[in-house]
Every structure is written in structure tokens, then in C-alpha cells.
């Protein structure tokens, strides 16, 4: 979606039109969705947090400015306060046995054993890295923000985020070597 | 170009739709490891996408929907809420603001003060402690004030009624209270000595003022009347200007403008009979009485007297009329020289080309006297005037005690020149100004620059009937019914001149300047906005007084 079509949305969102706030919703909901399933590792608990991601966004729309930052990445570092709050409610990381849930959701259940197996093992590894990594994987491959997005939604450069992709993937494709192996 | 902006090129590739493949092929060998984690992020892309089933989505935003309603009405709400608090709050400093006000208002003003002193008065305090009144000096319930020989002083009370002392005069102030919505309590004791009192009309049903004499209480509402204390329980109480009740245990009588009574504790008050009030000098004295500024005064045996006559000394005297017309001393007091002046009253029994009889006295009545209220033959007078060489009188004022409004008028105009000269009946000496007499009947001269009725051509002005609406504004504004419907015959409507007569006592111009400026083509709006733009005179409390007698 062009710029200027979703800023146009997000003006007649700030005066209450439900028909922006739901253009809006179906625009970054799978996304946002995504985002939160990795972060939380819940279904039900995404989902629930996905509305309540929405909802926050509606309320502070008003203080949202366009020249500080792109919607996007403004929309997702709601979700991801939002994902912090959530681990301090519960006091750690997702615990739950995610893989079965995750794979169940994912596309192609009559896939072949090998994707299956792929799929799985890409989710037990991403949840073995370090923190800021998996944040990093979910915002820029799994929700597939891009680059710029992704420094402005963890608040750092550019740079810092391109380093941090190359390390990050690196690190995945050490455990998958392990894996293999 | 190192690895991490190579990685993100390539990404960038994948993510514009580049097959994997090409991306690869395109690498240089010695970036392998970089291929691998092409493939990596590319297989997380495809293979590690959850979605949001259709049915969960639209639950969830279900849940959107309904927080954005309850939001629009919290926010409805939240301004009904702000205009429902910001009314509370004015509400509340209204109320609190009419509290204040109204307890502000209830709370007693129990202060007079003194002003103009002359000579020495000195106030004893209600500690009991005797100190040298001074300008200002608050006096309170319960205070004593004596003036001194050749001494005076004003009371001003809070309520902007003004009492005077005369020389030699005791007085303690048993009751004083006003609040300011205008109720006073007061009641002042001469114990010796005289006073004038000028009291401002009261409000309320509760406010009182009272004088207590050793001969009774005088009681008024709005008036301006001397009180003097003699031996033996006796007072002498005379009204310049309105109505007081003078009463004692054993009776009471009304006194009006110009008549005086005596009251003592052995009876009920004297029958009222009219006076004079002469300020002067006493040229000379002989047994049975003594002559002042030229006229001669019956002094007898009831005559009281503060002190001894002296030649040359400067007294009040308030007196009556014998049957004789002789002038009968009943009072003698010190008086103040800087005020001479000489009243009386009387009924006018007969009225010549220049020369009137009022009572059994002749005055000339002269162009520059002032003549109100249309006096006629058997209309009670009060007469301003003074005394020729030759020993005639020449009135300076004249004016029917019927009207009291006259007499404030006049006597104001005589206290503050007041510039208001419509309202009087000034004649000039240019003009045929001289008060003549048809049928017994006063036809008092038009001010200067006054319309004449000449002016209108309706019936109405060579009327011999009166017009109610000029009766009416006349009485409104103070002035006579001819001054009306000279304006009124100079083509100005009633409505016109209830205007003009507004505008000149809200703005302090007289009524002449209003017209002309209306006959310049100014409309009535454009004379307020022109009125407006001047300064306002500072209005003071509105006290009918007269000059002081002495």
C-alpha cells in the first residue's frame, strides 16, 4: 500500500471512521499476528494480543506523527511493548511446548515429512537464540518488515540492524548445522 | 563491501522476487557462507508464516470494534463529564461568591468619622480616654463628642448622613450600625448644645434614626432638622427640610419643613409653629431684645439663651412670629459668622409687583431671586434673605413648602452649583424677570435660554388645563410643570424630554446642552455615545441638604 493511501486512512482513523480502523486492521493483522505468535508463543494469546495491539493503536493514533516514522514500524513497537508487558506479567520467556501448536498453524500441513521436520526444527532452534535475535527474525523475516522498519521498531540504525541480521542468521545457521549433524 | 550490506542487498533481492537461485549464482565464491543464510532467512520466510484464520481475525476485531464505540462514548462522555464539572465548579464559586457577598453585606459598618472640624472638638473613646478629635477620627457606639466655644464639626455617618456641631455642643452616640444594604441603626443623645442633622432618606423597614433630646425622642426619614438642648430638660427641634416626629411620654407632633416646637419632659411637645432661623451679627441690644444685621429681635423672659448676648458678636437665633409680626427670639446660640444666613417661614398673605407679605414681613422679591414651586397667596414659604441698609428685605430665595422637591433642588443648586439650570426658575436681569401676580396667582419667570410655550402651535401649550404627562415629569425631575411644557411646547415630545432630563442627571450636563445638541440633528443615540465618551462626574451619596442656617 502506497504511503499517501495509508495515510489517508490513518487521518479518517483519528476521527473515529470504522471503516479506516478496519482497512488498517486487515492491512497489518497477519503480521502483527505473526510478530506476537513468536514472541508469546501462544496462539490464543497472540490473538487476544493482536486486538489489543489495535486497540491501543486507536487510542494513541492521535499522538501518532507521520513525520517521526512510518506507520508500520510505529504499529509494531506497540506490539512489541505490548510483548514486553506480557513477559512481565508472566515473569519469563514462553515456556509452553510451542512446537506442536506452531507447526499445526503453519501452511501445509500435507506437506512432506521433510518440511515438517525443517519446520519444526527452524522453530525449536529460533526459540534456542538470544533474545534480541529471535525479535529481530520474527519483525524482519517472519513478518517480513523491511530493514528500515525493523530499526525503527527495536529504536536502532540502519547499520546496527544490518550487523545484527548477519549475526542473527548466523547464529540460526549454526544451530541448524547442529541439527544436520 | 563487507558481509553485512552484501547480505542485505541480496535480501533485498529476495525480497523484490528474485529466485534464490540467480541471488546465488551471482555470488562471488568467496562469499558462500553468505549463500547459506540466504537460504536460511529464505526458508524462514517460507515455511515459518502462522496466519490468523478468517474467523479469528474478524473475533478479534470484533473486540476493536467494540473497545472504539466505548471509547467514542467515554469520550462523549468525558465532555459531558467536563461540562457537567465545570458547571458544579461555577456553581459552587457563584454560591460561594453570594455567601461572601451577602456576609460581607450583613456585617455591620459601626463607624462614623469626623470632618470640618473647626476649633477644637474632643471625643471620649469607649475606654473612657478624652482625645482631640482630628479629621478622620473614627467614632463609635458609645462615643461622646463635645465641641468647644467657636468650634465645629461634622459627623459623617456611614450611610453619608451628616450631622453638624454647634459650638458648646455635648452629644454621645448611643447606637450605631449600618449595613450595607443600607439598613442603619442609629440614635445620637444631645446631651447640650445643637445639632443639624441631614439624614439620607432610610432604607428598610428596620433603620431608624433617632435624636434623643432631654424633652424626647425625635425620630426621622430623611430630612435635615437642628436639635437643641437646653436646661431644665428642654430641646428646641427644627426642621429645615421634611417631616420629623418629635414625641415623648406625654405626646407627639408632626413637624414639617419650617416649623419648630419645644419639648420638655413636663409635657407633650409644644404645638408646632413656623420659625426663623436668623444667622448674624448683633449690632446692638437693648432690654427686651436686640438687633441683628440691622432687624430687630424680641427677646423675652422664655427667650434661652446659651450665652449673653454680646454687641458684636456673631449668634444663631431661631425664633417665631407674634401675632404682632414681631420676631420673637425663642433660642440664642453662639453661631459661626462664616455662615450668616437668614430664613424663615411663613404664609404668603399678599404679592405686589416686587413686594411680598409673607407672614406679617415684607420682602422684595427681585429679578435674581429665585422663586420655586409657584407660590401663591396663602402658600406656606420658606423665604431666603437679606437685609438692605435701609433695613427692607430683599428675598434671595423663595420657595413653596409644598414642594419639597423644590427645596432640595433649590438647595442644592445653592450648595454645589449645580449646573442643571433648567431645573430652576432663574430669571435674568436681561429680561422681563420680575414674578408678577394675576389674580392672585404666582407666575414665576422661565430660566434663561428655558423654553417659552410659544414655540408649539397645538392646542395643548394655550391650554389653561394641565397636560398629566408634564405633572408627572415635572415632579419626576424636580422642576416645575411651565419649565415642562416649555420644553414640550418647543416641539419635543414628553417621551423627548423624559429623555433629555435622564440623560442630563446621568451625565451631569444640563438640559439645555441636550437639547441643543438633539437640535443640532443628533439622534438620542448618537448624544449618549457623545455623552459617553466625557467623563463621569463621581456620583456621591444623594442627601437632600440645605445650607446650614448659621
Known sequence: MQNTEQYRLISLAKNGDEYAISCLYDIHCQGIFRFLYYRTGDRYIAEDMTSEVFIQMFRSLHKYNPDTGSFTSWLYTIARHQSIDHYRKTKSRPEQPITEDLISSLPGPETTNDKTQLQEELILKIKELPEEYRELIALRFISQLSIQETALTLGKTIDSVKGMQFRALGALREKMKLWKE | ?550
Not at chain 2, 472640624?117 to 461622646?144: C, F, L, M, P, Y
Not at chain 2, 450595607?180 to 445620637?188: A, C, D
Not at chain 2, 436668623?278 to 450665652?307: C, F, P
Not at chain 2, 422684595?364 to 437679606?386: A, C, M, Q, Y
Open chain 2, 1 to 550: 563491501m563487507n558481509k553485512d550490506q552484501l547480505l542485505h542487498e541480496k535480501l533485498s533481492e529476495l525480497e523484490s522476487g528474485k529466485p534464490v537461485a540467480e541471488i546465488l549464482q551471482d555470488l562471488p565464491g568467496e562469499m558462500s557462507d553468505i549463500g547459506e543464510l540466504i537460504m536460511l532467512a529464505s526458508k524462514v520466510q517460507q515455511n515459518m508464516q502462522p496466519t490468523l484464520s478468517h474467523e479469528a481475525a474478524r473475533k478479534q476485531f470484533e473486540k476493536v470494534r467494540i473497545s472504539l464505540n466505548t471509547q467514542k462514548t467515554t469520550k462523549s462522555q468525558k465532555w459531558q463529564w467536563a461540562i457537567l464539572s465545570m458547571v458544579l465548579a461555577l456553581l459552587f464559586i457563584v454560591t460561594i461568591s453570594a455567601g461572601a457577598f451577602i456576609f460581607w453585606t450583613a456585617q455591620p459598618v459601626n463607624a462614623a468619622s469626623l470632618d470640618n472640624i473647626q476649633g477644637v472638638v474632643a471625643v471620649k473613646t469607649v475606654n473612657g480616654d478624652w482625645t482631640i478629635g482630628e479629621n478622620n477620627t473614627r467614632i463609635k457606639e458609645g462615643s461622646i463628642l463635645r465641641s468647644y466655644a467657636d468650634s465645629t464639626a461634622e459627623i459623617k455617618l456611614p450611610d453619608g448622613s451628616v450631622i453638624v456641631l454647634d459650638p458648646d455642643t455635648q452629644i454621645s452616640i448611643d447606637k450605631l450600625s449600618w449595613k450595607r444594604n443600607g439598613t442603619l441603626e442609629f440614635l445620637v443623645s444631645t446631651i447640650s448644645g445643637g445639632i443639624t442633622n441631614t439624614v439620607v432618606p432610610l432604607r428598610g423597614s428596620i433603620s431608624y434614626y433617632h435624636v434623643r433630646t432631654p424633652g424626647g425622642l425625635v425620630s426621622v426619614h430623611g430630612t435635615e432638622f437642628q436639635v437643641y438642648a437646653l436646661d431644665n430638660d428642654q430641646s428646641i427641634v427644627s426642621v429645615l427640610h421634611g417631616n420629623v416626629l418629635v414625641e415623648n411620654p406625654s405626646g407627639e407632633v408632626d413637624l414639617n419643613t419650617g416649623q419648630m416646637t419645644f419639648t420638655n419632659t413636663a409635657g407633650a411637645p409644644q404645638e408646632p409653629h413656623y420659625s426663623f432661623n436668623y444667622t448674624g451679627r448683633i449690632e446692638s441690644t437693648q432690654e427686651d431684645g436686640l438687633s441683628l444685621d440691622g432687624t430687630n429681635i424680641v427677646v423675652t423672659d422664655d427667650t434661652k439663651a446659651v450665652n449673653q448676648p454680646e454687641v458684636n458678636s456673631t449668634v444663631h437665633v431661631i425664633g417665631h412670629f407674634d401675632t404682632e409680626g414681631n420676631q420673637v427670639a425663642d433660642l440664642i446660640v453662639p453661631g459661626n459668622a462664616k455662615h450668616s444666613n437668614k430664613v424663615f417661614t411663613g404664609t404668603v398673605t399678599a404679592i405686589s409687583d416686587s413686594v411680598w407679605t409673607v407672614g406679617s414681613s415684607q420682602v422684595t422679591v427681585l429679578p435674581e431671586t429665585k422663586v420655586n414651586g409657584k407660590p401663591e397667596v396663602d402658600s406656606i414659604v420658606r423665604v431666603w434673605f437679606h437685609i438692605n441698609e435701609d433695613g427692607t428685605w430683599n428675598a434671595d430665595k423663595i420657595v413653596n413648602a409644598k414642594n419639597e422637591k423644590d427645596i432640595a433642588i433649590a438647595d442644592s443648586e445653592e450648595e454645589i452649583g449645580d449646573d442643571t439650570g433648567d431645573v430652576t426658575l432663574t430669571p435674568s436681569p436681561a429680561e422681563d424677570s420680575t414674578a408678577t401676580v394675576s389674580d392672585g396667582t404666582l407666575e414665576p419667570t422661565l430660566p434663561v435660554g428655558t423654553p417659552t410655550p410659544e414655540g408649539r402651535t397645538t392646542g395643548i401649550c394655550g391650554s389653561e388645563s394641565e397636560q398629566p404627562h408634564a405633572v408627572t415629569l415635572a415632579e419626576r425631575y424636580g422642576t416645575t410643570y411651565d419649565v415642562i411644557m416649555g420644553w414640550f411646547c418647543k416641539n419635543n415630545g414628553f417621551g423627548e424630554i423624559d429623555l433629555a432630563y435622564q440623560l442630563s442627571n446621568e451625565f451631569g450636563k444640563s438640559v439645555d446642552e441636550i437639547f441643543e445638541m438633539r437640535g443640532s440633528g443628533m439622534g438620542w443615540g448618537t448624544i449618549r455615545q457623545e455623552l459617553e465618551g466625557r467623563e463621569r462626574p463621581t456620583k456621591e451619596p444623594k442627601v437632600e441638604r440645605t445650607k446650614r442656617p448659621h
